[in-house]
Every structure is written in C-alpha cells, then in structure tokens.
C-alpha cells in the first residue's frame, strides 16, 4: 500500500515536472517565431519565386534563426501603414526590416509622402520596443532623393540603413528575373548582405 502511493506521487510529481518544461518549450518557440520579421513589398515577399527562395527564407537559414516573411508585392508605403500593427507589432518582434518605396513611383506618391510613411513605420516599431532597421530593396530608392531621405530617417532615429546590399544585383542582369526583382540566386545575394549588416543588432 504504502509503495503504491510512492508511485503515484512520483508519476504525479513527474507529469507535473514534464508539464512544465513543455510550457518553457512553447514560449521559447513563440518569442522565437516572431524574433525577426522582413516587412516589404514584393522584394521581400520573393516575387516570382518558392517561398524557400525568398531573401528572408535564406536570411534565417545564414543566421539559425526563424525569420518570418511578411511581404506583399505591389504595396506602396501607404498601404503598409495600415497593417503594420496587425501584421508585425502584434508579433512582438526583436527586430523589423522596413523595406518600402520601389512601388511609390508607379502609383503617384510623391517623395515626401514616401519618406514619411517610413519614418512613421520607423517610428511605431520603437514605440513598440522593438529594433528596426531600413533596406534599400530596389534600384529607384537608391535616387538622391530618396536615398538622402532615409539617410536622414536612419541618422535622425539612430537606426541601421542597409543601401548597398542590391548594388550586385543591379550589376549583374544574372541575378534578376527582370529589371527589378531578383531570382533564387539574387535573393540569396541579398540575404547575405542583410545578415551582414544586421548581425551586430542581434
């Protein structure tokens, strides 16, 4: 009788102790998942492209880490404002790459609107206590104006600027499925520059 009740409280003590380190396990695994998040337009999402062979896909293969991919092609600054909070701030992430602009141009939005749609996007990732970091993901960004503009966004907000990591993508027509939008093996060019510069903010 009295090593029954021995086994019972061993087995309850165990199932209590197994409990335990599985709670430990999945919120690990929940602050992991939304660690580092890729925020752009159809450069990030990987246009044309298996999602494997997105630049945010091979960014978390480079880094061991899980980076989520919330790219749309074809959204404008604008339109990413509004689902900033749904689609990245509710995720609680450590680190946010904003990459906007390239499709700005083609739907009459000026510069300045432009520029500060990202300061705004800049902005609320701070607020929410997170660390986020500007890419230049297509070749019309890299124009003065725009260029200049997030250098002073970056230098304003003491934030990270990533502007060179497409320069060998647009020297090399190999590394582009058209003019614009790199293939497999552009975004893994642009992967490995992105893991570059962001690896002292991790």
Request: overall charge neutral.
């Amino acid at each position: 009788m009295k090593l029954n009740f021995i086994i019972i409280i061993f087995i309850i003590v165990l199932g209590v102790g197994f409990y335990y380190v599985l709670s430990l396990r999945a919120v690990n695994s929940e602050f992991d998942k939304g660690s580092i998040i890729c925020f752009g337009d159809s450069i990030t999402e990987g246009h044309r492209l298996r999602r494997i062979n997105s630049y945010p896909y091979q960014l978390g293969l480079l880094l061991g880490k899980e980076v989520v991919n919330t790219g749309i092609s074809g959204e404008t600054s604008s339109e990413a404002l509004l689902r900033l909070k749904k689609d990245v701030l509710e995720r609680k992430p450590r680190l946010v790459i904003v990459q906007f602009g390239g499709n700005d141009p083609y739907r009459q939005i000026p510069c300045e609107e432009t520029l500060k749609n990202n300061d705004l996007i800049v902005e609320q990732v701070l607020n929410a206590g997170a660390v986020p970091a500007l890419l230049i993901g297509e070749f019309n960004m890299l124009e003065p104006q725009y260029l200049e503009g997030l250098r002073e966004i970056a230098r304003r907000r003491e934030i990270l600027l990533i502007e060179d990591a497409i320069d060998e993508i647009i020297r090399d027509p190999k590394s582009r499925i058209d003019d614009v939008h790199p293939n497999a093996a552009g975004q893994k060019i642009l992967a490995q520059n992105v893991a570059r510069a962001i690896k002292p903010l991790l």
